[in-house]
């Protein structure tokens, strides 16, 4: 185990007491330290592609209301002129305007 060796390492160099769990303490701050940085820097990203993924989808929505709403429009514009052409006084005269 790595505890085992620092305080083996520790025995042979004399080094005992409070000095012995200054240096352990200090050696688990620093990886501490270390992982607590990286999990930042991960969750930063997942984040970043998160909000990244987010704006993509509100622009595909927009897209696709815009063409729906066109659509519509299309569908109306052949509803009207096939009930003109079928059901108007002018039957098949009929020309639009």
């Known amino acids: 185990m790595r505890t085992s060796r ?3 390492r520790m025995l042979a160099t004399g080094l005992c ?3 012995a769990l200054w240096a352990m303490s200090r050696a688990t701050s620093g990886q ?3 992982i607590a940085v990286l999990v930042l820097f991960a969750v930063a990203t997942l984040a970043a592609l998160f909000a ?4 993509s989808q509100i622009s595909q ?3 696709q209301s815009e063409l729906v709403a066109l659509r519509n429009i299309a569908e109306a514009a052949l509803r009207f002129a096939n009930a003109q052409l079928t059901y108007s006084p002018a039957a098949a005269d009929w020309r639009p305007s």
């Not at 990244?52 to 704006?55: D, E, S, T, V």
């Open 17 to 19: 007491g409070r000095s």
């Open 61 to 63: 929505v927009a897209r």
């Open 6 to 8: 620092h305080f083996e």
């Open 32 to 34: 501490a330290l270390l």
């Open 52 to 55: 990244g993924i987010i704006g």
